[in-house]
């Protein structure tokens, strides 16, 4: 008899700061900045298979996944400070107005 037992998976979500999840300029600018940082990652070569090491059949697939989650990681934790200077420069101009 074949016995079937359930699993649960545990995923760690990192959550926006409050404060971007209070201001939706906030939120907005910390989501480019994991955009950028997605795409910075990608061409340093974050997510490809170590060279060497025989990939499985949906590794290139689930890897975007990760490089992705860790850019939105890193931007969620204050990133390079894209998004921090995209809100200074907004908020620059709203006083201006």
């Known amino acids: 008899m074949l016995e ?9 979500v ?13 939120a907005a600018a910390t989501e480019f900045e994991a955009i950028v940082l997605a795409e910075l990652l990608r061409a340093a070569g974050a997510g490809k298979p170590i060279s060497g090491i025989e990939s499985g059949v949906g590794e290139d697939q689930f890897a975007s996944f990760l490089v992705d989650a860790q850019a939105r990681a890193i931007a969620a934790q204050g990133g390079i400070g894209l998004a921090e200077m995209m809100i200074r420069a907004s908020d620059r101009n709203r006083e201006g107005e």
């Open 4 to 12: 079937v037992t359930q699993m649960h998976a545990r995923m760690t």
């Open 14 to 26: 990192v959550d926006r700061p409050p404060s971007a999840r209070a201001d939706p300029h906030r």
